[in-house]
């Protein structure tokens, strides 16, 4: 194949069929942008984790994926749920984000506004939008979980102040930033 790039291993090019060193890869990644979310379960005991994983699969049905540590706290936690809810945070949200992805920390406690909503499950104040989320199907992917689920309800966050502009939390190369469009960029649309 013509102009085709060559595989690359942690010593250089590899073989085919080769696999990547994870860090070569997670290194590759932090090249992304990625929009960040919290996304949070349970009916009895409230858990959440911060995921830069969630995409929008299909306008009709509505769906969204995203992916989850089989290692992580809230595992357990959405392995066995029917419903989640997805929060997409706003820039100015970092600590928030930070709170969901350090292992160990509070993340429901004293810091955290939030409330019991849709379907009687955690649902976090301040947020720019949150998704009800129907757990459709899990595919185990490597370390991680595919999750794939039906979106049920959708509303703007409780509280959300109308004067903070709707940016996104960005994370990209391993920090959390904002987004801000060119200001003398004209309008454009991606489908």
Avoid: N, Y
């Avoid at 790039?5 to 590759?28: L, S, T």
């Avoid at 990625?34 to 005991?45: F, N, P, S």
């Avoid at 969204?64 to 066995?80: K, Y």
């Avoid at 292992?103 to 939030?114: D, N, Q, V």
Wanted: with cysteine.
């Amino acid at each position: 194949m013509t102009g085709a790039a060559e595989p690359v291993g942690p010593d250089g090019p590899g073989e085919p069929g080769e696999p990547v060193d994870p860090g070569a890869f997670r290194a590759v990644m932090r090249h992304h942008a990625k929009g960040v979310a919290v996304i949070t379960a349970g009916l009895d005991v409230p858990a959440g984790f911060c995921a830069t994983s969630l995409t929008s699969v299909s306008l009709d049905p509505p769906m969204v994926s995203f992916t989850v540590g089989r290692g992580a706290s809230a595992w357990s936690t959405v392995e066995q749920a029917e419903h989640v809810v997805v929060h997409l945070l706003a820039e100015d949200q970092e600590e928030l984000a930070l709170r969901f992805a350090r292992s160990g920390a509070p993340r429901f406690g004293p810091a955290t506004r939030w409330h019991r909503g849709a379907l009687g499950l955690p649902v976090l104040d301040d947020v720019l939008a949150w998704l009800a989320v129907a757990l459709v199907r899990v595919v185990p992917a490597g370390d991680h979980a595919l999750v794939l689920g039906s979106v049920v309800a959708t509303g703007p966050g409780a509280g959300h102040a109308p004067r903070r502009p709707a940016r996104p939390l960005v994370h990209h190369d391993g920090v959390f930033g904002g987004f801000a469009p060119p200001a003398a960029a004209p309008e454009r649309a991606v489908g």
